[in-house]
């Protein structure tokens, strides 16, 4: 697990009573009532077209994104960049299983820098920018990130429970547009031909009222001119994170857009942001901390020390007597 260490001695310290797990920061929704109900709201639907040929899933999360740039404190751009990443992992994950895990990482030459982010067969999703805030030189006047990613590689590896080893595969960054350069990967590394639809919604006050994703794929014995059909119809789609802003029905919406190829729907499961981080894992890492740098915390501070999951944004704090403890477990002769 990936974790980021904060120090006094550069940034004042915000925390002083310590979780023992992940916190959201700020749960969707004003009451009790509009939480549960925006958490029943989140799913993942897979369906089948055109006689079980194309497979499709459509991701509802406009509760996973919210909840998530919370937490990471984010804007409008790094909204947008993280939150497409979280709906395409979340798509990405649809056909795993028991203990299978999924990661997509992006490491590139713009100002973005570059992002992870990993699901579970769980629907748990969680994930980073390597840049906050994201520099921006001059006023963005539409949503093409292109040049925010510049030149780079994206790499996806899948942990499954039935391998022995993780399988990788990398390609290089084509467009600059998330949805653009995954059906790439697709084709590219797994000879899969996909279509991706990665979709956020802001209103004129910059909050996220709608987020969505949609995935097609073709199998092997799916027909040319269905393919060609169907590439058009997401392209000509209107956009996800407006019509869920709308309170639209994944069902619904697919329904009314590819009537035509006879949608099946097989199953949903939920979506949500979420990170299995906890104190004594966060322990643990400030255990590895080089001696002479955890001797020097221990007799000059900062107290409390702050560690943050990248993963989450969370906050663990450590006192004096924390640290001390943990430096004499590791070296009880100094």
């Not at 979780?19 to 958490?39: F, R, V």
């Not at 990130?145 to 990788?168: D, E, N, W």
């Not at 996909?194 to 909050?207: H, M, P, T, V, Y």
């Amino acid at each position: 697990m990936l974790f980021s260490s904060l120090s006094a001695k550069h940034e004042a310290l915000k925390y002083y009573v310590s979780p023992d797990s992940m916190i959201k920061q700020k749960p969707y929704g004003d009451t009790l009532k509009a939480q549960l109900k925006a958490s029943a709201a989140d799913r993942l639907h897979t369906f089948l077209l055109a006689d079980g040929t194309i497979r499709g899933v459509i991701l509802y999360g406009t509760r996973m994104v919210n909840e998530m740039r919370a937490n990471h404190d984010l804007g409008i751009m790094e909204t947008l960049v993280l939150g497409r990443a979280y709906l395409g992992i979340g798509l990405m994950s649809s056909n795993l299983k028991g203990d299978d895990q999924i990661r997509l990482q992006i490491d590139c030459s713009g100002p973005i820098k570059g992002l992870l982010v990993e699901a579970n067969a769980f629907g748990e999703i969680r994930g980073f920018l390597k840049q906050v805030p994201i520099p921006i030189a001059s006023p963005v006047e539409n949503f093409d990130l292109s040049k925010f990613f510049g030149a780079g590689f994206l790499s996806v590896i899948r942990r499954l429970k039935s391998a022995k080893q993780p399988f990788t595969g990398q390609v290089e960054l084509k467009y600059g547009n998330l949805a653009l350069d995954l059906a790439n990967y697709y084709l590219t590394s797994e000879q899969i031909p996909s279509a991706f639809n990665l979709s956020i919604k802001f209103d004129r006050q910059g909050r996220v009222t709608g987020a969505g994703g949609l995935l097609l794929q073709a199998m092997p014995e799916a027909r040319e001119h269905i393919i060609v059909d169907l590439e058009k119809r997401v392209n000509d789609l209107p956009s996800l994170g407006e019509a869920f802003g709308s309170k639209i029905d994944p069902e619904k919406f697919i329904y009314q857009h590819f009537e035509g190829h006879s949608p099946q729907f097989l199953a949903n499961r939920r979506v949500e942001f979420m990170c299995h981080c906890n104190v004594t894992r966060l322990k643990n890492l400030v255990t590895l901390f080089p001696i002479k740098e955890l001797k020097d915390m221990v007799e000059n501070g900062p107290f409390p020390l702050e560690v943050r999951c990248q993963f989450c944004n969370t906050p663990y704090t450590f006192s004096r007597a924390d640290l001390q403890r943990i430096y004499g477990q590791r070296f009880p002769d100094n």
